[in-house]
Structure formats: C-alpha cells, structure tokens
C-alpha cells in the first residue's frame, strides 16, 4: 500500500515525501482510515513505527477542511504528551504538515516563560502540543480556549500513567466539549491504559499492529555481565573499541547522569547529560548537538526515554537497568527506528540479575548475554600478606608480675611504696572488728 491510496492531500503528500518517506507504516495503513471515519481509536504499537504521523496526518488535512475565517483562532486539536522532549518531536512534525496548509500550531510545557506562550495563543492557534501540568496553568489562568477542540490525543498514554499523570488528564478532559475525538496512542498496552480508554473514549476501534510489549525486531540485543565498580571503564572500552561515533547511554538518577558524564569527559569522551535538572534551554542545545554529531555519547534518564527521536541512532546502552520493565522497551526503541538497525547494550552487574529476569519476562525471550575477559562479572579476590591492622593509640599494657617477669627473664620493676594512711584512716581501720573465722562465720 502507497499514501496515495490513503487519500491524504497533495500537500501533504509532498511534505512526506520530502522526509524521505515512500510506505506507511503498518500503524499508520490501519489508523489513517479509522481517523478519517470520525470513530475514537485505541491503539497500540511498538515505539519508532510511526504513530505520529499515523495521527498528524489525518488530524492536520480534517482541520484544513474547515479553517475558521476568524483571526484570532481558537485550538480545534489537542495532543497530550508526558514530556518536553516529545513535545518538540510531535510539534515539529505538527509544523512541517500543517504549515503547507495554513495551519498554526505550538508547544506548551513546563521550565520555561510561560509569558511567550501566552502570546503564541493570543495570536491563534489551530493545534496546540501540551505536557498536562502546563496546560492546566494555562487553562486556570484563562490563556487558553479549550472549548471547540475537535481532536484529542493522547500520545504514550502509557508513559504518562507511569508519571502519575491520570489525575491532570482527566482534569484537562473537563476543559473540553463532549463531542471530540478521541485517539489514545501507546507503545505499550496494559490494564490501567485499559481503564483509561473506558473512562475518556465512546466505543473506539482498537488496533495492535503487534504483540503488546515487546521490543522491535529491527534492535540487536546483549547484556554484558560485569561488575558494578567497572561498568564505566567497559562503557569506555566498547566506545573506543567499537568506534562509536554516536551512543544513547541510559542512567536511573541524575546524580548517576551528571557523574557518568563527568567519568567520560575523564576518559577523553565527549559526552553531556540531559535529564530533568537540566533547563530546557540547555537540554534543546544540548539534543541539538548530539545530533549533529559535536557530541559523541549522549546520558539521560527515563524522562528522556520517550521524548527523544534521532534518526539513524546506531547504540543505546543501559548503564543502569531500569526499574520498571516496560522502559526497557521504550529505552531501546531509540534506536532502530524507521526501519533503520540499531543495538542496545545492557551492561548487568550481579544485584541487578532480578531487574533482568522481569525484563526478559515482559520480552517472554531471554536476551543474549556476551562476556569481555577484561571486565569479569564477580571482583577477582587479589593475593598477597595482609596489611598490618593499625591500632588506636589507648592506655599503656600492664606491666608483668614478678613471677611471670623472672619466668620470661626480664627484671620486674619494683612496686611502687604503699601510701601513707592519714591520722583518720589509721583509727577507722583499728577501730574495725575483726572478720570471724567460726564455721558460721566464714565467708564464702
């Protein structure tokens, strides 16, 4: 099947055709007709398949159908995502389509002025791309007009259940007229996405172009046992060994970002972090120059896990296994994307062998496992005399009896000379009775 045959506009044709694109993808041949016939749709697929598009497309051509005469604009579609750098990612392709058929669009989310965006929509706006927390600032301050909105997306729903979201979805849904649309996207589908689906969508078609929760075909996987005091030096070792020009390097925490980052700049590895702490300024300059190749590894956190779209990325490592399974999947899934192959590497020391089993659990596989005879997985007990156990300084030994002093051949000092009693002492102790020495009186 061809886009032709999916009935999208010229126009739009043309813009796909300038990304380089000539075959939809499976999700995007079975979501593009369920869109076009107005129903709710459910949707599941793995991440890097083109769900996107699979939703701009048709959202961008039924709104140029009708496109108020009015000025000020008011937004007609709705996309929800759970981060900034998804945000951008939907934004951008929300730009390239529907400039070339006169449509306005825009980002909002959190960390930066929200001043600007004000203005933005003052302007007007067709379709607006938000993270649920900064859409309801705008919404109770009163900057945005939520009530003619035709489309609502909810794009890795998943994600933004896992990020404790549900509470501002369903807040946001009360902003918005009854009769919508409603398309729900997810890379992963579960029963609290279930539950949400019951709660926001009227009958949707459901569709699953492929097992739920399992990681894309087109990624090589290992795990690379090791122990956790040498991952970093391994890290290094397939970086340089390997040559890699470009690598994705997954941490849990943004301590462990900003100090594997400092390790590889040690190392002689141009590397940055980007992760939550991060401003949004420095976190799009620093996306922005890992993509263009000034930067060799990239390190981030699972907040970065969804949001980050970078064509032709060859490596992703896991230097930390994550602690829920499914990002796992989300995590390799930036690389091998658009039927381009990718690797993810897991380097796995022993105390995070259960993390493994529950991924490869979800996966129902288990993933290959490689070893470097450099890096073993157990620390190797060195040889060798102990060290001398220092002592604290205290009191002095005792000195030695006579008799076990004259035993060992060694003078024993003299004792030092009674103490003189006081007048008072001598009376008390003269004073004293006597101890009995009876039979009744011994003491025992």
């Known amino acids: 099947m061809s886009f032709d045959s999916l009935g999208l506009r010229a126009e739009l044709l043309s813009a796909i055709t300038a990304q380089g694109y000539t075959t939809p993808t499976p999700i995007q041949t079975r979501a593009i007709p369920v869109i076009f016939e107005g129903c709710d749709l459910l949707a599941g697929a793995q991440t890097g398949t083109g769900k996107t598009a699979a939703f701009a497309l048709p959202i961008v051509q039924m709104l140029s159908e009708n496109i108020p005469k009015r000025k000020r604009r008011r ?4 996309v929800l995502v759970p981060t900034r750098e998804l945000a951008a990612q939907v934004s951008e392709q929300m730009q390239n389509y529907g400039r070339r058929l006169s449509l306005r669009s825009t980002m909002i989310y959190g960390g930066v002025n929200i001043q600007a965006q004000i203005e933005r929509l003052h302007r007007g706006i067709d379709i607006v791309v938000a993270t649920p927390g900064r859409l309801l600032d705008h919404a109770e301050r009163g900057t945005i007009n939520l009530s003619e909105i035709e489309f609502l997306v909810l794009d890795e729903a998943d994600r933004m259940l896992d990020l404790g979201f549900i509470d501002d979805i369903l807040q946001v849904a009360e902003y918005l007229p009854v009769d919508r649309q409603n398309l729900l996207f997810s890379a992963t589908y579960s029963q609290s996405i279930k539950q949400l689906a019951d709660e926001l969508l009227d009958q949707p078609r459901r569709i699953e172009v ?7 075909d087109a990624v090589t996987q290992r795990v690379y046992p090791v122990e956790r005091s040498r991952k970093r030096e391994m890290l290094s070792h397939l970086i ?21 980052t400092d390790e590889l700049l040690f190392d002689g590895i141009k590397a940055a972090a980007i992760h ?12 922005a120059e890992f993509k263009r190749g000034e930067l060799r590894v990239l ?19 896991n230097y930390e296994l994550p602690q829920v399974p499914e990002d796992y999947v989300h995590r390799i899934g930036r690389t091998g994307r ?3 192959d990718g690797v993810a590497l897991s380097l796995v020391c022993p105390a995070e062998q259960p993390l493994l089993l529950a991924i490869e659990k979800l996966l129902k596989y288990a993933i290959p496992q490689q070893t470097i005879a450099e890096f073993p997985q157990v620390a190797v007990k060195r040889g060798g005399k102990p060290k001398p156990r220092k002592t604290a300084k205290g009191p002095a030994k005792p000195r030695k009896s006579p008799a076990k002093a004259a035993k060992a051949g060694t003078p024993a000092k003299a ?8 007048p008072r002492r001598k009376k008390a102790a003269t004073e004293r009775p006597a101890p009995k020495t009876g039979r009744r009186g011994r003491r025992s």
């Open 75 to 78: 937004p007609r579609a709705l």
């Open 210 to 216: 492929a097992r739920s929760n399992i990681a894309a």
């Open 240 to 260: 340089r060994k390997g040559e890699w020009t470009q690598v994705l390097v997954f941490t849990r925490t943004r301590y462990g970002a900003n100090k594997l």
């Open 276 to 287: 939550s702490n991060k401003s949004q300024s420095i976190r799009t300059r620093t996306l």
């Open 299 to 317: 390190v981030a956190t699972d907040v970065a896990a969804r949001g980050l779209d970078i064509e032709r990325l060859p490596h992703v490592v």
């Open 338 to 340: 658009a039927g381009e």
């Open 415 to 422: 004792a030092a000379p009674a103490k003189s009693l006081t």
